[in-house]
């Protein structure tokens, strides 16, 4: 299965026009965090992920991929 989380997260933070760091400020991670969750490096834990869906108002299932809506 393709990972479309780095894809989703990318697209959702650009839409609502926020730099990695701004992203990375708002929910107390480093910059690189950010960037390594956009380029498929690595993967934010449950409590970010949650944070990220309310952030954006999508459900955790859209941000992994599991669903298109």
Same mark, same amino acid.
């Given at each position: 299965?393709?990972?479309?989380?780095?894809e989703r997260l990318?697209?959702?933070?650009?839409?609502?026009?926020?730099l990695q760091q701004d992203l990375a400020k708002e929910l107390n991670v480093?910059?690189?965090a950010v960037s390594g969750w956009e380029?498929?490096?690595n993967q934010p834990n449950? $409590?970010?992920l949650l944070q990220l869906a309310n952030m954006f108002e999508?459900?955790? $299932?859209?941000?992994?991929?599991k669903k298109d809506y």
């Open positions: 299965m393709k990972n479309l989380f780095k990318k697209e959702l933070r650009r839409e609502k026009g926020l480093s910059k690189s380029v498929g490096r449950y $409590d970010v999508v459900s955790i $299932d859209y941000l992994i991929g």
